[in-house]
């Protein structure tokens, strides 16, 4: 393996214990991995925070990535929902989000691993975009040992696809309420409704697709080499996206951009 590899495997050897931050996305399931190969099962354990915000899909998946892995897991619930900060949906919205993630793995560590390090899959290509959620990492001391190691995400890609996980291709996949603007107010309801749109798309074979929430009125983002085909399909999905409850849905032309509702700050 090379020298990333060694790095991040001894990063972890010098740590008793770590409870992993688990989203079911490639880098958060590379540090879980990586862990459970550096340290015995019961020294590295994997928390999912089961939430509105996180699509059934990836909590399914980050159950199975741990089944399959041999990584001992649990269960949390962050609850972010409950906390009006995170529900008025504020230009640092991702702070109180991972905030209430932190918090809850914060209390599971103080009643059932008090001397183990809260890890999470922050990594050096995180610090090139707008991301309040580093800065409740900072306060809650919560590690990031792939950035900590200095790998970027075509690092993370690289090492998930030779050491052998099934994820290293998976596409990226924010949480549900990175498709409201800031300010639009986040529910349950909401976050479901667009969930089962991109779940639609999903199953259509646009698993790399994101449904903006603009009131009534759906965004959808596909990569550009895709567009066509969306369009080609267009008439049969919009019927649908708009039976789950948007009075209307358009096709973005500019394509997918992560973060793109960022640009909106300020404005």
Not at 80 to 106: A, H
Not at 155 to 168: C, F, H, N, S, T
Not at 230 to 241: A, D, F, R, V
Request: proline share 4%; aromatic share 10%.
């Amino acid at each position: 393996m090379n020298k990333q590899y060694t790095q991040l495997i001894s990063w972890f050897q010098s740590h008793h214990g770590v409870l992993t931050a688990l989203s079911g996305g490639v880098d958060s399931c590379l540090v879980a991995w990586a862990a459970r190969q550096a340290l015995p099962k019961d020294k590295a354990i994997a928390l999912i925070g089961d939430s509105a915000s996180l699509k059934r899909r990836d909590f399914e998946l980050a159950v199975k990535f741990c089944e399959e892995n041999d990584i001992r897991y649990d269960v949390i619930h962050p609850n972010e929902i409950e906390d009006p900060n995170y529900r008025q949906n504020p230009v640092d919205r991702c702070f109180w989000c991972k905030s209430s993630l932190y918090t809850e793995m914060g209390r599971y560590r103080s009643e059932k691993y008090p001397d183990f390090v809260l890890v999470n899959g922050n990594n050096t290509s995180d610090w090139g975009d707008y991301r309040p959620g580093l800065k409740a990492a900072d306060q809650y001391a919560a590690r990031s040992p792939l950035a900590e190691c200095k790998m970027n995400k075509d690092d993370i890609r690289r090492m998930a696809r030779e050491v052998g996980l099934k994820v290293w291709d998976k596409p990226a996949s924010p949480c549900l309420s990175s498709r409201f603007p800031y300010g639009e107010a986040i529910t349950v309801d909401k976050l479901a409704l667009v969930e089962k749109a991109e779940d639609l798309l999903a199953s259509e074979g646009f698993a790399d697709a994101r449904v903006r929430y603009f009131g009534d009125l759906a965004k959808v983002e596909v990569p550009t080499a895709q567009l066509t085909e969306l369009k080609n399909h267009w008439s049969i999905l919009l019927p649908q996206i708009k039976a789950f409850g948007f009075r209307d849905a358009q096709i973005d032309e500019e394509g997918l951009i992560s973060g793109k509702l960022n640009r909106l700050i300020g404005k």
